[in-house]
C-alpha cells in the first residue's frame, strides 16, 4: 500500500524556520517525481513546490520562491520541504503528494499524505 | 499558464446525481485535468484524470458513480446516486511547463 506522511509541522515565529518531511513506502520513492501543495485554513489548494525524480530539477511557486527548498532523500525515501523567512500567509496545511506520470505530458497528482500543519504566528 | 475556474457550491439531494464543472482558460483546451475530493477534515484524494477527448482513467477504488467527461474547455465530474459521503470539496488541477495549477474548488452538499 501507497504511504505519505507528512512530518514536523507545528507552531513557528514570523520570519522563523521549519523542516518538514514526507516518508513514503510501499512503492519506489526513487522512481517518482514528488509535489508539496499547501491549503490555508478555509482555502484551497495551493501548488508549493516540486521535485524531479532524482532530485536534479527543483521547481517553485512565486509565492515560495527563494524562501523555501524542496528535496529528497531516496536512500531514506523521504521528501523535505526547508522553509525560511515564515510569514503569517504560510499558515496552512502542507501536503506531500507523488506525480503520477500521465500518459501523455506531464504528470497529475495521484495519491496524497495526510498533512502537517503549519502555524505562523507570534 | 492554464486557469481554472470552478463554481463555489453546489447542492444535491441523496441518491440524485450531480454535474460538476472545471473551465480551463481560453486557449487551453486540449489541457489534461485531474479530480481530486476532500471530504471534510481529510486529505485530498485523487479520483480520476481527464483528457480533453473524453479519455480518461479512474484512480483505484473509486465507484463507477463517478463519471467525467469534457465538451471544449470544459471538464465535468458527474455523480450519479449521491451518497452522503460524497459530501466534500472537489478540486480540479492541472499542470504545464513544471507548475501545476488548482481550480478554486466546489463545495458539493448532499441534501
Known amino acids: 500500500e501507497v504511504q505519505l506522511v507528512e512530518s514536523g509541522g507545528g507552531l513557528v515565529q514570523p520570519g522563523g524556520s521549519l523542516r518538514l518531511s514526507c516518508a513514503a513506502s510501499?512503492?519506489?520513492?526513487?522512481?517518482?517525481?514528488m509535489t508539496w501543495v499547501r491549503q490555508a485554513p478555509g482555502k484551497g489548494l495551493e501548488w508549493v513546490a516540486a521535485?524531479?525524480?532524482?532530485?536534479?530539477?527543483?521547481y517553485y511557486a512565486d509565492s515560495v520562491k527563494g524562501r523555501f527548498t524542496i528535496s529528497r532523500d531516496n536512500s531514506k525515501n523521504t521528501l523535505y520541504l526547508q522553509m525560511t523567512s515564515l510569514r503569517g500567509e504560510d499558515t496552512a496545511v502542507y501536503y506531500c503528494?507523488?506525480?503520477?506520470?500521465?500518459?501523455?505530458?506531464?504528470?497529475?497528482?495521484?495519491?496524497w499524505g495526510q498533512g502537517t500543519l503549519v502555524t505562523v504566528s507570534s | 499558464q492554464p486557469v481554472l475556474t470552478q463554481s463555489s457550491s453546489a447542492s444535491a439531494s441523496l441518491g440524485s446525481s450531480v454535474k460538476l464543472t472545471c473551465t480551463l482558460s481560453?486557449?487551453?483546451?486540449?489541457?489534461?485535468i485531474a479530480w481530486h475530493q476532500q471530504q471534510p477534515g481529510k486529505a485530498p484524494r485523487y479520483l480520476m484524470r481527464?483528457?480533453?477527448?473524453?479519455?480518461?482513467n479512474r484512480g483505484s477504488g473509486v465507484p463507477d458513480r463517478f463519471s467525467v467527461s469534457s465538451s471544449g474547455t470544459d471538464r465535468y465530474l458527474s455523480i450519479s446516486n449521491l451518497q452522503s459521503e460524497d459530501e466534500a470539496d472537489y478540486y480540479c488541477?492541472?499542470?504545464?511547463?513544471?507548475?501545476?495549477?488548482f481550480g478554486g474548488g466546489t463545495k458539493l452538499t448532499v441534501l
Open positions: 481560453s486557449g487551453h483546451s486540449s489541457y489534461i
Open positions: 488541477e492541472t499542470w504545464d511547463s513544471n507548475t501545476r495549477v
Open positions: 521535485i524531479s525524480a532524482d532530485g536534479a530539477g527543483t
Open positions: 481527464l483528457e480533453g477527448s473524453g479519455r480518461y
Open positions: 510501499g512503492f519506489t520513492f526513487s522512481a517518482y517525481a
Open positions: 503528494a507523488r506525480n503520477q506520470p500521465d500518459p501523455i505530458s506531464g504528470s497529475y497528482l495521484g495519491c
